[in-house]
């Protein structure tokens, strides 16, 4: 069984705040994926990563950094919660090959206040 | 830019019913079609996965089409049951990192 793990199902932060969302891998896969889904909005690409330290941006970076030290392991960070990144963020990996399938975390349901 | 639409957004069926859910996208240079599954505050399960050199897949009751010269696929359920009851999004796979670019999803409600 393919299995993601996101750090947290609910987080509650304040305005601010420095917000770590962590996400693990066990298939030991080169591309990783963090979204947010947002009614009306759809999924939207955040950040991604294709190998340990390489990043890139997606769709709506601004206002998150990534870190990718280890191959399984791809952390989103909110440098300053602000209540607009109140979301649901959902973390995805993929092997090597466009082709392949993207497998979804269970994602983290964030409130900022 | 890639563009994905999901029509109807919602859709409320008895059960036993066979049913279609469809998909379009703008750019037909995409590397594969997928079809998710997600239910109330999850996350989402991967149902059919498409290469663009292919036409349908399917796996038990789903059955899933591809039209990429017309830009168009269609997820089709048999038999429907309450259990199949979730949001059911359609995304594209394109570009030189394969990104997914997402629809907003049919809402699907299988009533007993």
């Known amino acids: 069984d393919v299995k993601v793990t996101q750090s947290s199902r609910y987080l509650v932060k304040r305005t601010g705040e420095k917000v770590f969302l962590e996400c693990v891998q066990d298939?030991?896969?080169?591309?990783m994926f963090w979204y947010r889904q947002d009614p009306g909005l759809g999924l939207r690409l955040i950040y991604f990563?294709?190998?340990?330290?390489?990043?890139e941006k997606g769709d709506i970076p601004e206002g998150y950094s990534v870190s990718r030290e280890k191959k399984e392991r791809f952390s989103l960070i909110l440098e300053s919660a602000s209540t607009n990144q109140t979301s649901m963020y959902l973390c995805?990996?993929?092997?090597?090959?466009?082709?392949?399938?993207?497998?979804f975390g269970p994602g983290t349901r964030l409130l900022v206040l | 830019k890639q563009e994905v639409t999901q029509i109807p957004a919602a859709l409320s069926v008895p059960e036993g019913e066979n049913l279609v859910l469809n998909c379009s996208f703008t750019?037909?240079?995409?590397?594969?079609l997928q079809w998710f599954r997600q239910d109330p505050g999850k996350g989402l399960t991967s149902l059919l996965l498409?290469?663009?050199?292919?036409r349908e897949q399917t796996s038990g009751r789903l059955n899933a089409s591809l039209d990429k010269s017309s830009g168009r696929s269609t997820l089709y359920i048999a038999a429907s049951q309450p259990g199949d009851s979730a949001t059911y999004l359609c995304?594209?796979?394109?570009?030189?990192?394969?990104?997914?670019?997402f629809g907003q999803g049919t809402t699907l409600q299988v009533k007993p």
């Open positions: 750019d037909s240079a995409i590397y594969n």
């Open positions: 298939m030991d896969h080169e591309n």
């Open positions: 995805a990996h993929r092997g090597a090959f466009t082709r392949e399938t993207q497998y």
């Open positions: 498409i290469q663009s050199s292919q």
């Open positions: 995304a594209v796979s394109s570009g030189n990192t394969g990104k997914l670019i």
């Open positions: 990563s294709y190998d340990v330290k390489m990043k």
